[in-house]
């Protein structure tokens, strides 16, 4: 469903579908990591709002913490660890607000792409 809202919602403004893409896998990552280590509830929110010329997601858990960012990716026979780096990846900006035992939030930030400058619509979007 996430995907889905925000995925619109950039198209509705004329977002660049590569740009589109970037952000939705960093927002699918995001929620992955959420469901994965976010707590007994698997329960998580998400926060988006796109406006001054970029989109910006919030993800956000209520499981142990986040310990730290991955240096490399893991070796090629691994079948997890990769989500944070990808995001990293696709993204302009990711940064994490910790509480241990309380959870964590990713925050990703990605600059706009435009598909059609002429003809694009005003890039104004109520947060979601």
Known sequence: MVRRVLGD???SLSVSETCISDMLLAVSEACSNAVR??????????????????????????GAGLPSMPLH????????????????SVVDEISFGITPGRGT???LRKRLAWDDEEGARPRELAAV
């Open 9 to 11: 919602a950039m198209r």
């Open 73 to 88: 990716y893991p070796p090629p026979e691994t079948e997890n660890g990769r989500g944070l780096l990808i995001m990293r």
């Open 105 to 107: 939030t990713v925050h």
């Open 37 to 62: 280590h976010g707590g007994p509830a698997n329960r998580y929110e998400v926060s988006a709002s796109i406006g001054y010329g970029r989109c910006d997601v919030k993800v956000a858990d209520s």
